[in-house]
């Protein structure tokens, strides 16, 4: 079975790769002895016995950085052949090819849980190099003084973090590539990754503070990739991605492999590059050799600019005075079902949406990051954030966390005017 690279998305059952149960069950079973011994025998029996979805029961958040090394150093080699397997069986790819030498192990602890955690415990994306390349890696560290993650993630502790909509050259990844995520427990369609595989970079633009999407663009309703434990998802990562923001009450357990059939070449408009790369003949023959492929030697060509600018919902600009408690928002035949606009009063900016059940007002400003909600797609009553995909539901102002509600507004309609009730 063999994939056209381009374009791709696929989710692969566990015997679709040859060796891929037995390592997924290596991998588990690392994981419980890392446990045991970071945490005592008590801790990776309850762990065997929950399975790794109730890890956040038995760790830490400052515990997944250790936890990543002891699991990642020993599944290194394993983990590097079983994506040269993949280069080979699932992509067809005959030639020789590369592997990112740079291996995740993504642990999301449910929101409620990680958005307590210490400032100094680490992001739930963060991968290893190999060792012989760390000390090489710190010194091509470089800085982009526009790009500020803590404030596009108004202030969460790293741990609590999740990925806006991107595609992965705009964050150093290799323009080219290949990713395989792998579940590693079983993954939840509200913690999983979310894909909007209509939107490729010639659609949207790059926000250099978040290196995700700009605010501005219209995104389709979100498509969820729920994950059986052991299950692949095998995708082109220039297709619009991020993450859902993990509001189920388990952790989640990830792989992320990343394979490029030809030379890795970068963005140049991303102020850095994921440089370190093997060669799957390497790899296989037992040889652990990692390139150095410099960005700046590196560069693939400038991509052309998106094609179209960003079109925000409409904005009305409302006049409510000081005592008002109801402000007229114009005429309710101008807004058909799937419609939106954002009123703006002072400060306050408030969405104002027609779905089937009728108008819905509430907070523009989402309650997690305050991305602006009317980028979000909608289907039926519920409206998904742009930024960690919650969906919200439009009428009640409910999501699936009870961590996250919008602040809704009572919308009337009299003689054909809309009016806008301003006392939550
Ligand atoms: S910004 Fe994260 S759910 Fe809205
Ligand atoms: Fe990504």
Known sequence: MTFSARGLRRTLAPDAVPGAHALHTRIVAKIVDAVGAMKGPAAAASLRAS?????????????????????????????????????????????????????????????????????AAENPGIGRLSPSVRAAAAARRVRDPRYDPRGYHRNHPPAAWAHGPHVDSWTGHSKDGINVWWAISDVPADAGMVLYPSVTPTDVACDPRSLYVRSGYALPPPVFVPLAAGELLVFDPELLHGTHLNVSAQTRVAVSLRLNERRPAFDPDCFYAREFWRRASDVVAGRGTVLHLKREEHLAARASAPARPPAAAPTVTVTAGDDATAVALGPASLLAEGERFTAAMGDRRVLVLRTPSGVHAFDAACPHYGIDLSDGGAE????????????????????????????????????????LDLVP
């Not at 079983?82 to 590369?98: E, K, M, N, P, S």
Request: proline letters at 6%; charged letters at 25%.
């Open 380 to 419: 039926g009553e519920t409206l998904a954030c742009p930024g960690c995909a919650v969906g919200f539901d439009v009428r009640t102002g409910g999501s699936s966390s009870p961590c996250l509600t919008l602040t809704t507004y009572p919308v009337r309609e009299a003689d054909g005017t809309l009016y």
């Open 51 to 119: 399975g790794l979805e109730a890890l956040h029961t038995v760790l830490d958040p400052l515990d997944v950085g250790p936890l990543r090394d002891r699991v990642l150093d020993c599944l290194r080699e394993d983990l590097l052949r079983f994506a040269a397997r993949i280069g080979r069986t699932v992509l067809g790819w005959h030639d020789d090819f590369y592997i990112d030498d740079y291996l995740i192990l993504r642990v999301n602890f449910p929101y409620a849980v990680a958005r307590a955690a210490d400032g």
